[in-house]
């Protein structure tokens, strides 16, 4: 179809490493995978540990808080 | 802004057009204008595409969208790690191989001049009106918050922007755009420690996230299915991918950027490192936004943070209304804060009564009720929906960032704006240039000759997007109708190089008609459904992929392969 080079698409492709900690392609693709997921459950952690349920609102909130604080001055 | 503030703003928009001035030395001919050629490491790359992709908007909006939704943005941004991966693997090699200029030579390689000249066409329609979108939106912002005219805030930035990439080209851009890269940075950082150390003596970071997750504003994984919400998990990781992958794949702007490495390999440790750090950089900006949410709990914050939708207000027949309300939001602020100091007591003393928890709730669902009646009046008066979201953050940075800071603070949002203005110039010059001048018209001038039809392009992007910001306040709707004409175009585009990539039997008509039925499909969709736009893509991408295949086994390919 067409005269452009071939480019050898592999996850393994080696040529030209990296460099520095990771010695091949697939070493930093997997770390940048893992980098992700673990990114996706500390926003799973958040949602679930920061999030407070308070349940059911009262139908006044002045009349709440004088029900649950009477101590706080007006 | 005291002087010292405008000392630094001033030292900023000086210090950046010297900086990419004596970076622009290097360039040698259209090569060096649009490719750097070919040198640039990796890690400023890494910045640049950051940065261009992260506008003012980015800054103001999302801080803002922190503020009012919480968490869940996020959610969009989730897949782009995956998608970094995916272009590493699969675009980069075939970019980086064929030499190219630009993305959508490669397609007039791999098809025909027809497809190129058509997907180039549909991202110059997409990104020139965008262009004078990045340059209008953070402008109406800053010129509301800083008293300033819209015409001056708009023309410094266009003019200075202007003035360097021009001069500078891509190695100008580069270079700026990692120096405002860091700015952002700086300025993320100073925002989070100015926010916690604002805080009332004796709140630490616990308790303000603890008063977020009250108004469950730490929401950002949401698993529901449910197709009214506009972010969850699932249109995150679906619909962002497939943008991402257009975007950073498809979209002359960004790729434009990683074809000026000096080695395939630093082409992709650019996409691998924005990978790392686009997420936990979203992560921090959401996360302001709900840190001043919890600091709104202890100061009270305006009822409407945008001042000229108040000033206009207080001069109608509703000023009255809108002052009562205002004085309601006074009282319930006083109440809200007086819960939240005994909750932060009843903290330190155990667990926190429930009841004090639901009251808190309650208090916030009625103040947040006040500022939603506040907004219907603006509507009202203005005769145009109340949107004050970017107003948030700057309202901010004005009131209670300390001298000096203010001015760093604003100069980031200009940096933010200016990274990304840049970079789309650079991106339009390039597609008009070599897609079009030089591919149909003059074949076979001097390199010097291309190097100034260049410069003389970007004058050209960068005085329409300029017109254009300067313009766009007539017309509301047409900034809504501008950001999703981006949109609109971006699956097209993408599925023509998917269809390039994985279909070998995919030739040139059968991908031309491809895309012309998904960008018309896309239309369809956005003129008679209400489909979110981040499904558009995926869609696009379908549709292109399914045509362009099945029409290439129908037709017959043509017996000579179009070269370039």
Redesign the interface.
Same mark, same amino acid.
């Given at each position: 179809?067409?005269?452009?080079?071939e480019?050898?698409?592999?996850?393994g492709?080696d040529v030209?490493?990296?460099?520095g900690p990771w010695k091949s392609?697939k070493s930093?693709?997997t770390t940048?995978?893992i980098?992700?997921v673990v990114?996706?459950l500390f926003?799973?952690w958040?949602?679930s540990t920061?999030?407070?349920d308070?349940?059911?609102?009262?139908m006044?909130?002045?009349a709440?808080?004088t029900?649950?604080?009477p101590e706080?001055?007006p | 802004m005291t002087a010292i503030d405008w000392g630094v703003f001033g030292l900023y928009l000086f210090g950046v057009m010297a900086f990419a001035l004596w970076q622009s030395r290097r360039n040698e001919g259209v090569e060096g204008f649009f490719l750097g050629n070919r040198r640039m490491p990796w890690w400023a790359i890494g910045l640049s595409v950051m940065a261009t992709q992260a506008s003012a908007i980015t800054l103001i909006g999302t801080t803002g969208q922190g503020y009012t939704d919480g968490?869940r943005f996020?959610?969009t941004y989730?897949?782009?790690?995956?998608a970094?991966?995916v272009l590493?693997?699969?675009f980069v090699?075939?970019f980086y191989?064929?030499k190219l200029y630009t993305a959508y030579e490669?397609l007039e390689?791999?098809f025909d001049p027809k497809t190129r000249t058509l997907t180039s066409m549909l991202f110059l329609i997409g990104r020139a009106m965008g262009t004078g979108v990045i340059m209008y939106a953070p402008a109406i912002v800053l010129s509301t918050i800083l008293g300033w005219d819209e015409v001056v805030t708009i023309s410094i930035m266009a003019v200075v922007t202007i003035a360097y990439t021009v001069t500078g080209g891509i190695t100008a851009v580069i270079w700026t755009d990692v120096v405002q890269m860091l700015m952002m940075f700086l300025g993320i950082g100073l925002a989070i420690v100015f926010m916690i150390s604002g805080l009332p003596d004796g709140v630490g970071v616990a308790d303000a996230?603890?008063i977020?997750?009250?108004q *469950?504003?730490?929401? #950002?994984?949401d698993f529901s299915w449910d197709p009214k919400s506009r972010y969850t998990i699932w249109s995150g990781l679906i619909g962002g991918t497939f943008l991402f992958l257009s975007y950073f794949g498809a979209d002359q702007s960004q790729v434009q950027r990683y074809l000026t490495a000096d080695?395939?390999?630093d082409s992709?440790?650019s996409l691998?490192f924005n990978?790392?750090m686009k997420?936990?950089m979203q992560?921090a900006i959401l996360g302001i936004g709900v840190l001043m949410f919890a600091f709104y709990h202890f100061e009270q914050p305006p009822i409407v943070f945008n001042d000229a939708e108040v000033r206009v207000v207080m001069e109608s027949d509703r000023a009255q209304e809108f002052e009562d309300l205002s004085v309601t939001f006074a009282e319930a602020h006083a109440?809200r804060r007086?819960?939240v100091m005994?909750i932060l007591d009843a903290r330190d003393a155990g667990p926190v009564?429930?009841?004090?928890? *639901?009251?808190?709730? #309650?208090?916030d669902?009625?103040l947040l009720g006040l500022r939603d009646d506040a907004k219907a009046i603006v509507a009202d008066v203005r005769g145009a929906e109340s949107n004050d979201t970017n107003y948030i953050f700057p309202t901010y940075l004005t009131e209670y960032f300390p001298i000096g800071l203010v001015g760093l603070m604003i100069a980031t949002i200009f940096a933010a704006a200016m990274s990304s203005i840049d970079s789309e110039l650079t991106a339009l010059s390039s597609a008009t240039v070599i897609d079009f001048y030089r591919r149909w018209f003059v074949r076979d001038a001097t390199d010097g000759h291309y190097l100034w039809a260049s410069r003389l392009a970007t004058l050209f992007w960068g005085l329409v997007a300029w017109g254009f910001a300067l313009r766009a306040g007539q017309g509301g709707s047409l900034i809504e109708l501008v950001n999703q004409v981006g949109s609109l175009v971006y699956g097209s585009i993408l599925g023509g190089f998917l269809l390039a990539f994985g279909v070998?039997r995919a030739?040139g008509t059968p991908a031309f008609i491809g895309i012309l039925c998904g960008f018309g499909t896309i239309l369809y969709i956005y003129y008679t459904t209400d489909i979110g736009w981040l499904w558009w893509n995926p869609i696009g991408v379908g549709v292109v992929m399914g045509v362009g295949t099945l029409l290439s086994y129908v037709m017959t390919?043509p017996s000579e392969?179009?070269?370039a």
């Open positions: 179809m067409s005269d452009l080079p480019p050898e698409v592999r996850p492709d030209d490493p990296p460099g392609w930093i693709y940048l995978a980098w992700g990114c996706i926003l799973i958040i949602t920061l999030n407070i308070v349940g059911e609102a009262p006044d909130a002045e709440a808080v029900a649950s604080a706080v001055a | 968490m996020v959610q989730l897949p782009l790690p995956f970094m991966i590493s693997v699969v090699p075939f191989r064929a490669y390689k791999r996230a603890y977020g997750g009250v *469950q504003m730490w929401n #950002a994984i080695s395939e390999r992709r440790l691998i990978g790392f997420v936990p992560i109440e007086a819960t005994e009564p429930p009841a004090l928890e *639901q009251t808190l709730a #309650a208090q669902e009625e070998k030739h390919p392969p179009a070269r």
